[in-house]
C-alpha cells in the first residue's frame, strides 16, 4: 500500500508561484511512476505532469509546458510541483497519483491517490 499526502495549495494572484508536495509512504518515490492531475468544478480531472519509475524522465500537458516542473526527493520521499506564472485557469483540486508500474497521463492506470489540495488563482 502507499499513502500520499498532498500539500502546498493555496489562494494566488495571477502570476504567482505555488509549490505543491505530496508526501509518499509506504514505498519510496524512486520505485513509483508519479503524477500530478488536477480537476476543476464542472469539469473532468486533467493530467498534468508525471515523472517516471526508475529514470526520472518527465513530461507535462501543454497547459503547463515552460509553467510547472515536477521533481521528487529520495531522501524526503517527496513528489513536488513547482507552478509559476499562475493563470486563472489553473484554478484546481490538484492531486498527486503513483503507481508502481507505468503511470501515464490516463488518471485510471494509477492505483494510489492522495486526498487533493486547492490552488485557486485570482485575476
Known amino acids: 500500500q502507499v499513502q500520499l499526502v498532498e500539500s502546498g495549495g493555496g489562494l494566488v494572484q495571477a502570476g504567482d508561484s505555488l509549490r505543491l508536495s505530496c508526501a509518499a509512504a509506504g514505498r519510496t518515490v524512486s520505485s513509483l511512476a508519479m503524477g500530478w492531475f488536477r480537476q476543476a468544478p464542472g469539469k473532468e480531472r486533467e493530467f498534468v505532469a508525471l515523472i517516471s519509475r526508475s529514470t526520472g524522465d518527465t513530461a507535462y500537458a501543454d497547459s503547463g509546458k515552460g509553467r510547472f516542473t515536477i521533481s521528487r526527493d529520495n531522501a524526503t520521499n517527496k513528489l513536488f510541483l513547482q507552478m509559476n506564472s499562475l493563470k486563472p485557469d489553473d484554478t484546481a483540486v490538484y492531486s498527486c497519483?503513483?503507481?508502481?508500474?507505468?503511470?501515464?497521463?490516463?488518471?485510471?492506470?494509477?492505483?494510489?491517490w492522495g486526498q487533493g489540495t486547492q490552488v485557486t488563482v485570482s485575476s
Open positions: 497519483a503513483a503507481d508502481g508500474r507505468v503511470g501515464g497521463t490516463q488518471w485510471s492506470t494509477y492505483d494510489y
